[in-house]
């Protein structure tokens, strides 16, 4: 039998502390049986919807309760860390390159897994209503789609969009996708790892290097604004400077150069660590659902819903589930940049 | 020479809850920015309060509906309430018993044992009390569990009425009798439904008031009142303290919910300090 008690002590230590503070229940009081403790923490945890009161943690054998409510959490963020501010697309998961660090593991051997025109449009027209101020389109390789222009130009339509790319497929037919985008509304985001070749090709494949850098140089003669975003191994990300001057001489400016730390997802065998509970989330959608953070878009861990649509429902999913775990750890995230 | 108007007037309250300095240190903030400045200095319990405002030590009490009655009867009802939480205008005592055991109203207390908070707790000991007067119901006609936790803070902390409300879940009492905010608290999420049910509800009532005296000039307790009633649940700032506070408006008291507490005062013989 539910002990009502509880709440009366719960009460009781609530009012001998400050707001902010919290106390630690044993909801257990002298049963052992497992369906008496649920019932007394479902109890509890009714009581704190209702009170105002916050139910940080529950634990087999105890409860912590915050007098009052918690901090808004979302709040507490820089107006651009907010979920949901930004929308990511998978457009798709194949890519004619195969890095060893690829954080979804892409290659030219990966399923397609193509989001496909249909649900990028729909997506695009709800993503302003439902707050979203910037697109980001990202693979796999997106050129390697025959329609990537026509989703590209169902998210200018609508907002900002920011297209991922190794910048290696600007040739023919692609070439000629490429020039029919936004240049107004677009930014190309290209994939570049260091200043000579070595590195970059050590960990993206022979002469990968020289076509990215060709890529990136077409692109800005096209009258494309173009970002520049490397993956570099944790240590190596404090010692960027001759990177950054090489990029200078590309005529890539300062605001537009991007380093970012490998992650350990995917393909790659070490790197940041990344979990819900660190990791402020990116709203990121894939053919199968939507997930937590582009760079874990395959992390079984860290898959949100099946259900895309509205996206305003998917948006709002994963706000809550964010300020939960930030109740439940309270600690500060990493913030891993992504774009 | 500074003007009037700025000098902070000062605010006694009792430090019934860790939230009172939160709660103060906000209303001095918000204050600060009004032309009616105010500070405020904690006491330890009611009848220091009262003795303070009376000495024109502070010029204004936050004080318990207790300790306005008390200001009232020492002051010769010179003393004015100034303003109230919008709580504290409609406030009753309500009579609770284990959920299924039958009571349906004050005169099934007869004859049982009912357990009262503090005995300085106006809504979960005095007007109970009196109400059961009113009622016919004498003290001898019950078995009174008196549970006198935090004497002098007027039943501010609560908690005797949650040890009332044990005393009822253990089956050392039969019903008890606690301030509608404490059933509020104790309900919410309709948890108790089950366990403990209400069976008599009091008429409202007032509760706690800013209490002045004459010297307080009043132009000044005015034009403070008008910045009092300016606190708005919707502004952020002002609602964290309100929230805190348990109320979300200022409002005018109704001096005339003070009738059934005097009343009792004088039928009771309750003491002139506690
Ligand atoms: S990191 Fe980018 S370019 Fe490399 S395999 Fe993955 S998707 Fe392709």
Redesign the pocket.
Known sequence: MVNHGLVLDLIDRLGRIPAGSTVTLDVMSGTADAGEIADNIDMIATWCRASGNALVESRHDAVVVRHGRSPDTLAGLHPDQVPGTRLWMYTNFD?N???DY?C?S??PQADRRALGADRVARLAEEAEPAGVRQLILT???PFLLPDIDELVASCTAHLPTTLLT?GMLFRGARLERLRRMDRERLTLQI?LDSATPEQHDAH?GPHSWERAVAGIGLALDEGFDVKVAATLPAEQTHEVAPFKAFLGTLGIRPENQVIRAVAHQGAAHDGIELTVESLIPEVTITADGVWWHPVSATDASQFVRREIFPLADAIADVRRRFVRHREAADRAADWFPCS | MIPASTVPRLIGSVAYSPNVVTVWEGMRAYFTGTDTPIDFVLFSNYGRLVDALIGGTVDLAWNTNLAYVRTLLQTKGACRALASRDTDVVFQSVFVSRAGTGFDGLEAVRGRRLALGSRDSAQAAILPLQYLHEAGIGDDDVTLMRIDSDVGKHGDTGRSELDALRAVLDDRADAAAIGVNTWQAITRGEIMTGAIESFWMSPEYSHCTFTALPALSTEWAEAWLADLFAMDWENPDHRAILELEGLRRWVPPNLDGYGSLIAAVAEQGIPDRW
């Open positions: 890519c390159l195969h890095c690829c979804v892409s290659s693979g796999g390789e190794n994939s993206r």
